[in-house]
């Protein structure tokens, strides 16, 4: 199984940018694709972004694109979203995720999930 602790969430405001880092376990990191989801109170969970096992191809939601970036280290087995011009509306929990293929990250549940951390963005 994949181990996925995220980190680098907090209290931010408006037009402000946090980094969030999800940091794997074990040696198969570089053969999963990885996803950063969000979910607010009384919301579904919906897909932010996904990067590719290589790295090569990035996947974003409408709402986030060109304001996030994600991407990945793989001999540190951590993958990042950067998250600029933050809106109120990205206030959620923000989870970590690893799926077989980056095309699997948006169509199927992806197996593997971390614990999330919290991003408030304030008005």
């Known amino acids: 199984q994949v181990s996925l602790v995220e980190s680098g969430g907090g209290l931010v405001q408006a037009g402000g940018s946090l980094r969030l880092s999800c940091a794997a376990s074990g040696r198969t990191f570089s053969n999963y694709a990885m996803g950063w989801f969000r979910q607010a109170p009384g919301k579904e969970r919906e897909f932010v972004a996904a990067i590719s096992s290589g790295g090569g191809l990035t996947y974003y939601a409408d709402s986030v694109k060109g304001r996030f970036t994600i991407s990945r280290d793989n001999p540190k087995n951590t993958v990042y979203l950067q998250m600029n011009s933050l809106k109120p509306e990205d206030t959620a929990v923000y989870y970590c995720?690893?799926?077989?293929?980056?095309?699997?990250?948006?169509?199927?549940?992806?197996?593997?999930w971390g614990q999330g951390t919290q991003v408030t963005v304030s008005s």
């Open positions: 995720a690893a799926s077989i293929t980056i095309t699997t990250m948006k169509t199927l549940p992806p197996p593997y």
